[in-house]
């Protein structure tokens, strides 16, 4: 194993399912899907149990027997019936502790979303709900290949609180291309109305093997300039404050007491199981990742076989790496000492960091910079 032990980040074991099925890819996701139009939701259960088994024998226990967090990601989880939920949490209830507070979330699209589901997600144990709104703009969700409307988002919503959830946040997307004409500062407003506890807020990127990336390659869209882009950032970061939301990591923003518990564990190096096709889990410098494709995962752990694709272990170089960019993607930072003073003080002057109390933050306009700036500290 690398420079240290998995002893060092535990606090509870965090776990990650990946639901990859979608009833059609967005124009701009690079994600592990599988688009079908009648989900498997028994099989899928079916496979991410075994592989759960698998799991039971890892020393990763004997450090932290107790489960903190459980995310259902995807992919669109709220495409897998209730009742599978409902399975899954309570098969790793009874083969692991869960803390008695544990945060449990599920990633929705508002299609999905009715009083029955949101009930039985409740009722299962889900007491947070990550909503992929993305936009409110008719023009701009027919563009990113939403399969929803704006009202259904507003539906969706309404159901989630009449069920019980009292800690909703909302997805949005900005730095679109500015032929669409999306006025972001508006959808802002729209989602602030809802009063979600949580909000992120994600840049769009391009990627090749995407819809949105073919377009851009053959020249019939043109991403968002690096000025439209900021001034965007930028506006959300304000709006945020002004709301009274704690914008606590470069996509993240919630309310006191609203923080995202799981995401927050990956931040900080906890101890993660990732489970489904192509989940990745990280266990101290060890990472481990799943086959990519649902058919393959399926069928390795129908043949009892581990759907384990690749594992490596992080050097101490890779371990400081990760270190500086996760500790100033969060308002948390870096202990002074590892940021070398000309550095910080060039930062400051700038205004893309502050420096008190031991500890170097980066402010919005650092955040923007993120990669140029950490790898200058090992320069």
Avoid at 94 to 119: K, W
Avoid at 157 to 176: H, K, M, P, W
Avoid at 290 to 310: F, I, M
Wanted: proline share 6%.
């Amino acid at each position: 194993m690398g420079g240290s032990s998995p002893a060092a980040y535990i606090s509870g074991v965090h776990l990650y399912l990946h639901v990859p099925f979608c009833a059609r890819r967005c124009s701009y996701c690079d994600f592990a899907i599988a688009v079908r139009r009648e989900v498997p939701s028994e099989a899928y259960v079916d496979a991410v149990l075994r592989e759960w088994g698998l799991w039971q024998s890892d020393p990763i226990w004997e450090l932290s027997p107790e489960v903190q967090t459980i995310y259902f990601g995807g992919g669109t989880p709220s495409r897998v019936t209730p009742a599978s939920i409902a399975r899954v949490l309570a098969q790793i209830g009874a083969d692991r502790a869960i803390a008695a507070d544990a945060e449990i979330t599920l990633e929705a699209n508002p299609e999905d979303v009715n009083p029955a589901g949101a009930a039985a997600w409740r009722a299962a144990g889900v007491n947070r709900v990550s909503l992929g709104v993305q936009s409110f703009d008719p023009g701009v969700l027919q563009w990113m290949h939403r399969t929803h409307t704006a009202g259904q988002a507003l539906v969706a919503v309404e159901a989630l609180r009449s069920s019980g959830i009292e800690d909703l946040s909302l997805d949005l997307i900005f730095g679109l291309p500015a032929v669409l004409g999306r006025d972001w500062a508006a959808d802002l407003e729209r989602a602030f109305s809802l009063e979600p506890e949580h909000l992120s807020l994600y840049g769009l990127t391009v990627e090749a093997h995407t819809p949105l990336g073919h377009w851009t390659k053959r020249g019939e869209v043109a991403p968002v300039d690096e000025d439209r882009y900021a001034a965007e950032f930028l506006l959300a970061h304000g709006a945020l404050g002004a709301h009274g939301y704690d914008h606590y990591e470069i996509s993240n923003a919630g309310r006191p007491g609203h923080r995202a518990r799981h995401n927050s564990a990956y931040w900080r190096r906890a101890p993660f199981i990732g489970l489904g096709p192509a989940a990745h889990s990280g266990l101290g410098d060890e990472r481990r990742w799943n086959v990519r494709e649902w058919a393959a995962y399926q069928t390795l752990l129908e043949a009892g076989k581990s759907p384990l694709e690749g594992r490596e272990f992080l050097d101490t170089a890779a371990v400081t790496l990760e270190e500086l960019y996760l500790g100033l993607r969060t308002t948390e930072g870096l202990a002074l000492h590892l940021v070398p003073a000309p550095l910080t003080r060039q930062w400051e002057q700038a205004g893309w960091a502050t420096a008190d109390a031991g500890r170097v933050r980066l402010t919005a306009e650092g955040w923007l910079r993120l990669d140029a700036l950490v790898p200058s500290i090992a320069a």
